[in-house]
């Protein structure tokens, strides 16, 4: 079941400089991954009905695990990640981001899933979305952990993402005690017409002489 997208956290939400430094050591790893451990595969997970607009099958599914992980089963009623199909809201607000940014998150994604980035860091020999539940939960808290500057960077992108993606849905707000974004509309027309009251008080600009 797909949740209803607002305006919110969106895009915006997307931390823009999380990841900007995964990119030239995530490709390394990727394409090194090529063979071997790298080879074993990621368990996909039933599609949108509407299809995807940025993620691969193998992305969508590994971004889905990640927001099972950051947005567990809370109180009964209460939608979690899989429910609300946080990946697919994820995917939809990538799709509003240069393709830069959609292709560094991706080589994030097929890095954090990868079992030869997760026998080189961890020791583990399966990728991310082949462990159990609790496995999943481990390995990702490992990165964020970790000694090693970019996996603690790609951890708290992927978890920013995944928080911002679940409480962008207006479903789950009365039932977690989530208010939903602010109102700044006031806010902004206070600003608007302070501007334009500053603009006809001003002293026009004199005559050239």
Excluded at 13 to 40: D, H, M, Q
Excluded at 111 to 127: E, M, V, Y
Excluded at 144 to 155: L, Q, Y
Excluded at 168 to 184: A, C, F, K, L
């Amino acid at each position: 079941m797909s949740g209803t997208e607002t305006p919110g956290p969106g895009a915006a939400g997307i931390p823009r400089r999380s990841f900007l430094k995964v990119g030239a050591i995530g490709t390394a790893a990727v394409a090194a991954g090529g063979v071997a451990l790298a080879l074993r595969q990621t368990v996909l997970r039933d599609l949108p009905k509407d299809g995807l607009m940025v993620f691969t099958p193998k992305e969508y599914a590994i971004f889905a695990a990640v927001a099972d992980i950051v947005c567990p089963p809370r109180a009964e009623g209460v939608p979690n990640a899989t429910d609300l199909d946080v990946a697919r809201t994820a995917d939809r607000q990538l799709a509003k981001l240069d393709v830069a940014v959609q292709k560094e998150f991706k080589i994030l994604l097929n890095l954090f899933d990868s079992a030869l980035a997760g026998f080189l860091f961890d020791g583990r020999l399966k990728p991310f979305t082949q462990l159990s539940p609790a496995k999943q939960a481990e390995a990702f808290m490992a990165w964020g952990d970790s000694g090693v500057p970019f996996r603690r960077t790609a951890f708290e992108a992927l978890k920013r993402l995944a928080g911002a993606m679940y409480y962008i849905q207006p479903s789950i707000w009365e039932r977690t005690g989530y208010n939903g974004p602010p109102d700044v509309s006031g806010y902004r027309e206070a600003i608007r017409q302070k501007r334009e009251a500053a603009a006809r008080e001003a002293p026009a600009p004199e005559e050239p002489r």
